[in-house]
């Protein structure tokens, strides 16, 4: 048998398909820098080329039938499925970091919500906590028009005062809200 060195690439991928490891060995030897190589350059990450490398050479152990040398040199088969499985692991590097970003965002929008839901029921609770210190007649003109929608002529009619009157409630009470509000830490 001739030395492994003086074997052409079709002849090792036959010694390959007999599970000769040496065979291997000697295609690793002369194309492993290749392969290597590009599977460096492409993912840019010294430990992740070693994987994608050595997937190559598994895969050519594994189904060395696969190489056909009329179609090209090992070299090219080698460096063509490096190629091909490098590019997926950059895509799903890729793919993950988007995923990663978009569930970022989710949770800081999540939380950004829950801040502000908290936010609302405590400036709701204050506000409720003004109101209610209001002069009754007050209170129940402001309750009228903004918590109850009516229109100034309604809330009128409903508290049987005139217009004019209910108006001067709604804007004395507000103002003693506001100041009750700010007081107590609510920016104006």
């Given amino acids: 048998m001739e030395p492994l060195e003086e074997l052409g690439d079709p002849q090792l991928a036959v010694l390959i398909g007999r599970f000769e490891e040496r065979a ?10 290749s392969v290597y190589g590009l599977a460096r ?8 080329a070693e994987d994608v490398t050595q997937e ?3 895969h050519l152990w594994r189904d060395p039938s696969r190489f056909d040398p009329v179609r090209g040199t090992m070299r090219t088969y080698l460096l063509t499925h490096v190629h091909g499985r490098a590019v997926d692991v950059v895509r799903s590097r890729a793919a993950r970091a988007r995923r990663e ?5 989710a949770t800081a929008a999540a939380s950004y919500d ?10 709701a609770e204050r506000v409720e906590g003004a109101l209610g210190a209001l002069p009754a007649d007050e209170r129940a003109a402001i ?3 903004y918590f109850g929608g009516h229109t ?10 005139p217009e ?6 709604i804007r004395s009470g507000l103002r003693r809200m506001r100041s009750a509000l700010v007081e107590g830490g609510v920016p104006g």
Avoid: N, Q
């Avoid at 350059?41 to 992740?48: A, F, I, K, S, Y």
């Fill in 24 to 33: 291997l060995a000697e295609v690793y030897r002369r194309h492993g820098r």
């Fill in 41 to 48: 350059r492409v993912l840019g990450d010294p430990t992740e």
């Fill in 56 to 58: 190559a050479f598994l």
């Fill in 101 to 105: 970003e978009r569930d970022a965002r």
């Fill in 114 to 123: 829950i801040e502000r839901e908290i936010w609302d029921m405590a400036l």
């Fill in 143 to 145: 309750d009228l028009a």
């Fill in 152 to 161: 100034y002529k309604e809330v009128a009619e409903l508290l049987c005062a």
């Fill in 164 to 169: 004019g009157t209910v108006k001067s409630r």
